[in-house]
């Protein structure tokens, strides 16, 4: 009876293999190409789907005892994957906050908790595709929210941002006193002073603040005293 050959596919035979059969110039050239095609993968898997060009959030106080406001958020948006049919909102805080939800384009499709925060899923009616953009403004009535001496508004930025900018605007008869910005990765807090302030029109007080130096993930708490 013959003798039966046994193919090795150890990992130091099947290298020794592809060293008889490659040079090195191609080795080096495959190991590049799949050195590069690893990082654009992983650059894509941390770009996600899109990107946020400009993010404006203002709230709105309607009364002194902080029992009604508005949120507005309007957000310019660019596509990085093709075939998007859908976009997330976020929505966090004490009180009723949902008492009217509103967004355009698109219309809400679910709605869930994830510990102490919300995940808003809009439907976009079509198919939006990369290079692609879109203004997307998000507008909330909640009841019961603001209603102690210290109050806070917090951003927490989930995609590649741009630029940031957050308002908030304070009854003619209940201003602010005093108002802080917390970065949490930074565990810093900074006092925001008179240039942050403006006094409108009718009367009431907004207070503002905006920046282009954005970490994703990052938190930003504006904290007051009224």
């Known amino acids: 009876m013959g003798r039966t050959d046994v193919i090795d596919y150890s990992p130091e035979s099947l290298s020794r293999r592809l060293l008889a059969v490659l040079s090195l110039d191609k080795i080096t050239l495959l190991f590049d190409l799949y050195r590069a095609l690893r990082l ?7 770009e996600g789907m899109y990107e946020i060009l400009d993010y404006d959030s203002v709230l709105e106080l309607l009364d002194t005892k902080g029992e009604t406001a ?19 909102d976020y929505a966090w805080g004490d009180g009723k906050i949902f008492s009217n939800y509103k967004c355009s384009p698109g219309i809400v499709v679910d709605r869930y908790q994830e ?24 507008e909330r ?55 942050h302030f403006t006094d409108l029109p009718d009367g009431r007080q907004m207070l503002t603040w905006e920046t282009r130096k954005i970490r994703r993930f990052e938190i930003y708490t504006i904290r007051w005293k009224w």
């Open 141 to 195: 009535r909640v009841k019961h929210s603001f209603t102690k001496t210290e109050e806070w508004r917090q951003i927490e930025i989930r995609h590649q941002t741009r630029r940031l900018k957050i308002s908030i605007i304070f009854p003619k008869k209940r201003r602010c006193q005093r108002a802080v910005l917390q970065q949490r990765s930074k565990h810093r807090t900074t006092l925001l002073g008179p240039e």
């Open 70 to 88: 508005i949120l507005k958020k309007r957000q310019h948006v660019k596509f990085l994957q093709d075939n998007v049919i859908a976009f997330q």
């Open 40 to 46: 654009w993968l992983n650059h894509q898997r941390r």
């Open 115 to 138: 510990g102490d925060r919300f995940n808003i899923l809009i439907s976009l009616r079509e198919t939006k595709n990369s290079g692609d953009t879109e203004d997307f403004y998000i």
